[in-house]
């Protein structure tokens, strides 16, 4: 049996089926390991959303190399999928695999070969169109929090995105086997599932056919018991329906916490985005959260910088943020991608003034960040404390997404426990009651 180790790049999605892939490793009686601990294998599951996704694998695998010369290196994930040729000849990698073979590694590793100098590596990656099998998978990097994918592809052709190349057509697991997840993993004292995907609001795909919904898969979640919270991760606005804001802001085990891409306040920027709805219906849905959920978390994912955005289009799209009741933003700065429809686009924005602008929208995150803490002065809310340390700290996220750092106490690692906010001291820290001690939120 072999020392197997992974290295994940990129969204919470590729480390859930990193997890899944290892325990299937696991099962066959390989033992997962650290990637400095001399493993046999490597296997690199990749990202093709940030534009250095080649310089980031090639540097992995050298990584690799210095650790264990005779290492087996494998590359999965959307970057494999795309280029799959291009990875094969960077030195060191003796396997590619696309995304309906990924799943497929722990039976295939044994027929591959490595590579010697010259060769290139072996690929196995048929075209995106054969990736019509959905796994279901779920992080365990720690008893905390797990990321459950209840969702994998996408049929939204955005004009920006490759997504549908590296991943293929939306399909789902059925509600029966994500509930049945959900029992495994609180029988593992999990307390809170971050549910998952790459357009999660187009659950209930099978075969084609849709014979479930979103919404019908948070009603049956609500009522697993042993999970304290589950939290959406991403929902697109024209997916995120009233019906579900509703039924969250009066569940028992769904958090008052929504991440909604926005990408722009354009309309017109929008439109050139192919993005299907326009930034009215974004400000109905946050005055619909807000109606129902007066102290609810709201994310929003934006992109700076796309084909078509000017200083003009920027400036109205900032200004539409400013004005959102809104918690905080993801800044995405736009990055050329092979095969998409944004390359044809005109004017293109130079990359210093990208970066002026998400240097804007970034200052815009924080004043938006503080301004929700402020709101919640005097308010009491509930703390999940995790495993993990920073300075000294332990750390921990209320329902509706404050974080809160203590001194580490490990009676209180995957405890849940009430505080109150004080204020906000000079650090941006908000000072806290209970627990018999001052608490520091971030």
């Known amino acids: 049996m072999k020392k197997v180790a992974f290295y994940t790049l990129g969204c919470k999605l590729n480390y859930s089926e990193s997890s899944s892939i290892a325990r299937m490793f696991e099962a066959k009686g390989h033992s997962r390991v650290e990637f400095n601990e001399n493993p046999d294998i490597f296997i690199i599951n990749t990202c093709s959303v940030t534009e250095n996704a080649d310089k980031k694998c090639r540097k992995i695998v050298r990584e690799a ?10 590359i999965i994930g959307c970057y494999a999928q ?20 990924k799943f497929r590694l722990v039976d295939l590793i044994d027929t591959f070969e490595k590579t010697q100098t010259g060769q290139f590596a072996q690929v196995i990656a048929s075209h995106i169109d054969q990736a019509v099998e959905y ?75 849709r014979n479930e919904t979103f919404l019908d898969l948070v009603k049956a979640l609500d009522e697993v018991e042993g999970i304290s919270r589950f939290r ?28 909604i891409p926005l990408q722009s306040g354009s309309n017109k920027v929008l439109g050139l985005m192919k993005r299907r709805y326009k930034r009215e219906l974004y400000a109905e849905r946050v005055a619909k959260i807000k109606s129902l959920m007066p102290d609810c978390c709201i994310g929003v994912d934006v992109i700076v910088g796309h084909p078509g955005e000017t200083r003009a289009l920027f400036e109205e799209s900032y200004q539409f943020l400013n004005e959102l009741d809104i918690s905080y933003l993801h800044v995405f700065t736009y990055s050329e991608r092979e095969n998409t429809t944004a390359l044809a686009i005109r004017p293109v924005v130079p990359k210093s003034e990208r970066a002026e602008r998400s240097k804007m929208l970034h200052i815009l995150s924080e004043k938006k960040k503080r301004s929700f803490y402020e709101a919640q002065i005097g308010k009491t809310e509930t703390v999940l404390f995790e495993d993990e340390i920073q300075n000294g700290q332990m750390l921990g996220f209320t329902e509706n997404y404050i974080r809160v750092a203590v001194k580490y106490d490990p009676l209180l690692i995957n405890e849940t426990k009430e505080i109150r906010y004080d204020h906000i001291n ?17």
């Open 65 to 74: 190399q210095k650790i264990n010369p005779d290492g087996f290196v494998a």
């Open 426 to 442: 000079e650090a941006g820290f908000m000072e806290v009651t209970e627990l018999e001690e001052i608490l520091y939120v971030h």
């Open 82 to 101: 795309l280029k799959p040729q291009e990875i094969s000849e960077i030195p060191g990698v003796d396997a590619v695999l696309g995304a309906a073979e």
């Open 232 to 259: 959406i991760s991403s929902i697109e606005p024209n997916l995120l329906t009233d019906e579900i804001i509703e039924f969250v802001s009066r569940s028992k085990r769904f958090v008052p916490h929504f991440h």
């Open 135 to 209: 796994h279901t998978s779920y992080s365990l990097n720690d008893r905390t929090r797990t990321f459950l994918k209840v969702q994998d592809g996408c049929d939204y052709p955005c004009a920006y995105c490759t997504i549908p190349l590296a991943r293929g057509k939306s399909r789902s697991d059925t509600i029966a086997n994500i509930v049945k997840a959900a029992h495994e993993i609180a029988a593992r004292d999990v307390k809170e599932i971050v549910l998952t995907g790459v357009n999660i609001g187009d659950f209930g795909l099978q075969n084609g056919e």
